[in-house]
C-alpha cells in the first residue's frame, strides 16, 4: 500500500540519504518503503523523528495496515 513519505520528504527538501542519515536507517530502506509502504514498526518510529513528526503522526506518513514485526 502506497503512503506519503516520499511527499513529506520532498516537502521538507530532504533528499533520501538525509532522511536515512537521520533515521539511522540505509537509504536501500528508504527506498524500499517509498516503494510499498512496509517497514517495521522501529523503523516507521526513526523515521517519523527524523521528520519531525510526532508518534501520534504516523498516519499521516504511513497507513495502518502496512505494519510488519
Known sequence: MANNLR???????????ELA???G?????ID???K???CRMETKRK???ALGL?????DKIFSDDS???
Open 7 to 17: 511527499k513529506m520528504r520532498e516537502k521538507l527538501l530532504m533528499s533520501k540519504s
Open 21 to 23: 542519515r537521520k533515521a
Open 25 to 29: 536507517v540505509s537509504v536501500l530502506t
Open 32 to 34: 524500499r518503503i517509498e
Open 36 to 38: 510499498d509502504g512496509k
Open 47 to 49: 523515521i517519523l523523528i
Open 54 to 58: 510526532s508518534l501520534d503522526e504516523k
Open 67 to 69: 505494519d510488519e514485526n
